[in-house]
């Protein structure tokens, strides 16, 4: 696991940045900027010039493929733990998906990509890091296709709002029916009539433009094997992630990364 440092990336809420060595970070430091990230922010676009890359701090960032209108399936989500616009460390010029900024927006670090470059060029730690980051990207885009060929809606909802509850600091998801249901692919309906489910057996609690998440375990049983496995993953190449992980740190017990390792 990576050390932590006393530099810009040490103090940010970036899990990424903040556990980068300390000579790692300050290759990076002179070339952030924090910005603030709209709802809807479109930070990447499919075949458009990566010039650009992102540490979100609160912003949430749904990683897809759009089909037509504002239609746009999620293939991964990217939140406090990574980077947006990863496969620029392995040369790509364009952008091969969409990154679209989802519920309320947030902040992030920038950078340019001539200053990562630099920076990837002189430390290859850094760059084994964001290679580790982009494996852990690729595990959870299986997943992704995994659960929309095998699981029921209801089961990749519940995939869908554990991935959020990671990446937020409350238990409470500010986002509409139809986002959700544009990030599935599938219809507004059902994505209603899944969270009625949900909401019956007590999981969540719906409001209008608002999601509670009641029962953080009994979601993680619904989901079963469609999440975790990346999460897990991640803990294992990079950091403590997921409020899987602080359940068990407070539970006492061994962090879920160091279990999978024993």
């Known amino acids: 696991m990576l050390m932590r440092t006393s530099s810009l990336c040490a103090q940010s809420r970036n899990r990424f940045l903040a556990h980068l060595s300390r000579d790692d970070a300050a290759l990076l430091d002179s070339g952030l900027e924090r910005v603030a990230v709209p709802p809807g922010g479109l930070l990447t676009r499919s075949g458009a010039p990566l010039d650009l890359l992102y540490f979100p701090e609160t912003a949430i960032v749904s990683i897809g493929y759009r089909l037509g209108g504002d239609r746009q399936v999620e293939a991964a989500v990217v939140g406090n733990e990574g980077v947006v616009g990863w496969s620029a ?104 009539d899944g969270l009625h489910v949900l909401e019956g057996e007590r999981l969540v609690r719906c409001y209008r433009g608002r999601i509670l998440i009641r029962d953080r375990m009994g979601l993680e049983r619904e989901a079963a094997d469609s999440y975790g496995v990346s999460e897990a993953h991640y803990r294992r190449q990079i950091a403590p992630f997921g409020r899987s992980e602080t359940r068990a740190a407070e539970a006492g017990l061994a962090p879920a990364g160091q279990r999978l390792r024993a």
């Open 89 to 192: 460390i392995t040369g790509a010029g364009f952008a091969c998906h969409d990154a679209v900024v989802q519920m309320t927006g947030g902040t992030a670090w920038r950078i340019a990509r001539a200053d990562l470059d630099r920076a990837c060029a002189a430390s290859a730690t850094l760059l084994a890091a964001l290679i580790r980051f982009a494996d852990v990207v690729t595990v959870q885009m299986t997943q992704a296709i995994l659960s929309l060929v095998h699981d029921t809606v209801e089961k990749r909802l519940c995939r869908w709002l554990l991935m959020r509850h990671d990446r937020v600091a409350t238990d409470q998801l500010l986002v509409r029916h139809a986002e959700i249901s544009a990030n599935l692919g599938t219809r507004r309906a059902s994505v209603t």
